[in-house]
């Protein structure tokens, strides 16, 4: 059984950083492409970045230029670092094991964490 468990949430000011981690148990990552996605309230569960098995890498429009997707195969671990963060990044962050389809959409990913918080304050 795969796990995934993310952390690094918190309340952040507008305008910092933070970084989000994800690291699983039950399964060797190394051969899967991993995402992020963002749900805010109200809203439904949106891409934010992905990264391939080999490396490449995938945002959003959004975070494009302001997040890095990265992963640490050794470790199990697939991290997000988030700055110049803005109001409108808040919403719970989830890690995901992509198993086919575009990179995009959520129903390509079969494993999901239970997700972090990320509050950002103006």
């Known amino acids: 059984q795969v796990q995934l468990v993310e952390s690094g949430g918190g309340l952040v000011q507008a305008g910092g950083s933070l970084r989000l981690s994800c690291t699983a148990s039950?399964?060797?990552?190394?051969?899967?492409?991993l995402g992020w996605f963002r749900q805010a309230p109200g809203k439904e569960r949106e891409f934010v970045a992905t990264?391939?098995?080999?490396?490449?890498?995938y945002y959003a429009d959004s975070v494009k230029g302001r997040f890095t997707i990265s992963r640490d195969n050794a470790n199990n671990t697939v991290s997000l670092q988030m700055s110049s963060l803005k109001l409108e990044d808040a919403a719970v962050y989830y890690c995901?094991?992509?198993?086919?389809?575009?990179?995009?959409?959520?129903?390509?990913?079969?494993?999901w964490g239970q997700g972090t918080q990320v509050t950002v304050s103006s």
């Open positions: 990264i391939t098995w080999s490396g490449n890498t």
């Open positions: 995901a094991r992509h198993l086919r389809g575009s990179y995009y959409g959520f129903s390509s990913y079969d494993y």
């Open positions: 039950g399964s060797t990552l190394s051969s899967y492409s």
